[in-house]
């Protein structure tokens, strides 16, 4: 399904796609991240951006944070939830920059950050996208 957006698609929006993104996943697979959360935010605030080393809310269009599968035990003492967060903007930035398909951009990104929550490093999914 193509999307054409006549005015810029809001939070709900890649809400959707990314929702849809998620659900084109093979179920052996996304049983893994049934208790990942997603959540659409503008942009990253200033301390996530510090914590990461990132100069600019713009160069960040998604991130996990929580504990990776394989990090993660049955003894945990309680832990925040595991959640994904998308930055708009940043994605927005990026479609308007690249012309790529909104809802592959969604997607990749989405997938990127599922990689994070199954223990892949940034240098892990740079050798598999190659």
Excluded: C, K
Aim: hydrophobic share 45%.
């Amino acid at each position: 399904m193509d999307h054409r957006f006549t005015t810029p698609p809001t939070a709900d929006d890649i809400a959707t796609l990314a929702e849809r993104a998620l659900a084109a996943i093979p179920e052996r697979l996304r049983r893994h991240v049934r208790d990942v959360g997603i959540a659409v935010e503008e942009l990253a605030d200033e301390a996530t951006l510090d914590a990461l080393g990132i100069d600019s809310a713009w160069d960040l269009t998604g991130l996990y944070h929580g504990t990776p599968l394989g990090q993660q035990s049955v003894d945990d003492v309680a832990r925040p939830p595991n959640l994904i967060f998308l930055y708009r903007q940043a994605i927005l930035l990026e479609w308007v920059e690249e012309g790529e398909d909104l809802y592959r951009l969604v997607r990749n990104v989405l997938i990127h950050e599922i990689a994070h929550h199954f223990g892949f490093s940034d240098a892990d999914i740079a050798a598999l996208e190659e």
